[in-house]
């Protein structure tokens, strides 16, 4: 009856793992010979693991990784281009995340820069950083979009707010005036604050002339690059080509 009622309890207090643990374990044959303080540490720390293991879903969720499954782990180095281990072995200690640093990826289509930014974002939410997953023109759309339905300050505050944001695709379709104020009032929020991971296909000194040079682009180039790990890969596209 008494364990009956501290299940109850348990679960009014919403610690429902820990009372399906607390069930199951004080009937098992092999725990009748721990301590209480040995008994007791099971069930937090099954109660912790479950809220740990919630979390980490929580997060992965929210980065809207396009590809789930990329990971460091299966970072092809055997590939030709220009990719060292050590360099990413470097960043997965993020300490580049610690010191508000960003990372930029460059390189022809199908190098690998969008699973390799994933993976960097991946590895990141594993060690329980909040990441953001979004294409540039994406980007731009939800943007405007928020602009018209009155929540653009609140999407820019999602935005300053998450550790790492993942811009992948950046330089791909012509920039106007709105989508380079947008940039820069993301990048500047952030500035200090949070990293941000860019995958292009422009090389980091075109950018200037594609963010229409003047003090906005000098400003968005500034913020983004001066502090940033720079990886250039090369090589063929190892995407698998369509046959028609």
């Not at 069930?23 to 303080?37: E, G, P, Y």
């Not at 050590?86 to 289509?109: E, F, H, M, R």
Request: with cysteine; hydrophobic share 35%.
């Amino acid at each position: 009856m008494l364990i009956d009622q501290t299940i109850e309890k348990m679960r009014n207090m919403k610690l429902g793992k820990m009372a399906e643990s607390f069930k199951d374990r004080v009937s098992r044959a092999d725990h009748q010979s721990l301590s209480f303080t040995e008994f007791v540490g099971f069930l937090v720390d099954d109660e912790y693991q479950y809220r740990q293991n919630l979390k980490l879903k929580n997060r992965l969720r929210k980065a809207s990784f396009k590809e789930s499954a990329a990971c460091l782990e299966n970072i092809d180095y055997k590939m030709k281009r220009d990719l060292e281990k050590k360099t990413i072995l470097d960043l997965a200690q993020n300490n580049w995340v610690k010191n508000y640093q960003n990372i930029i990826l460059t390189g022809p289509t199908g190098a690998g820069k969008s699973y390799l930014a994933q993976a960097i974002g991946n590895h990141a939410v594993r060690e329980g950083n909040g990441v953001m997953y979004i294409r540039c023109p994406k980007l731009y759309q939800h943007l405007r979009v928020a602009k018209a339905d009155g929540s653009y300050l609140k999407k820019l505050k999602i935005i300053a707010k998450t550790n790492i944001i993942i811009l992948d695709d950046f330089g791909v379709t012509p920039i106007d005036e709105d989508k380079r104020q947008d940039l820069f009032e993301i990048i500047e929020d952030r500035q200090g604050t949070g990293s941000t991971i860019v995958t292009t296909q422009l090389p980091i000194e075109l950018w200037h002339k594609y963010l229409g040079g003047g003090m906005l682009g000098d400003s968005i180039c500034d913020r983004l690059s001066r502090n940033a790990h720079k990886i250039k890969l090369t090589g063929p596209s190892n995407r698998p080509e369509i046959k028609s």
